[in-house]
Nanobody, 124 residues
Framework: QVQLVESGGGLVQTGGSLRLSCAAS????????MGWFRQAPGKEREFVAA????????YYADSVKGRFTISRDNAKTTVYLQMNGLKPEDTAVYYC?????????????????WGQGTQVTVSS
């Protein structure tokens, strides 16, 4: 069993930055790929970024490429999402997720555990 707790969301103006954290408990973290997803009101959950087990491979949605950076600290069993250049269309609830294999995917259904989410609101 893995528990995930996101933090770092909030209200920010267009062009601002936030850093989301996702603290994981459980032994599977260091053997698992991690992903960040988001869901805006009335929309489906969508892929944002993902990182492989060792952190050597990262993947991004085209909409955030060049603005967001995913990283992980396996010693702290924490994954981060640094978000720069935020836009109003980035407003959503952001979720982290664990996939109990080495490589991540962009498909929400392939992830095994999810956090409760943290709200990010970008004002124009």
């Amino acid at each position: 069993q893995v528990q995930l707790v996101e933090s770092g969301g909030g209200l920010v103006q267009t062009g601002g930055s936030l850093r989301l954290s996702c603290a994981a408990s459980g032994r599977t973290f260091n053997s698992a790929a991690m992903g960040w997803f988001r869901q805006a009101p009335g929309k489906e959950r969508e892929f944002v970024a993902a990182i492989s087990r060792g952190g050597s491979s990262t993947y991004y949605a085209d909409s955030v490429k060049g603005r967001f950076t995913i990283s992980r600290d396996n010693a702290k069993t924490t994954v981060y999402l640094q978000m720069n250049g935020l836009k109003p269309e980035d407003t959503a609830v952001y979720y982290c997720a664990v996939r109990s294999v080495k490589l991540p995917t962009t498909t929400p259904a392939s992830y095994d555990y999810w956090g409760q989410g943290t709200q990010v609101t970008v004002s124009s």
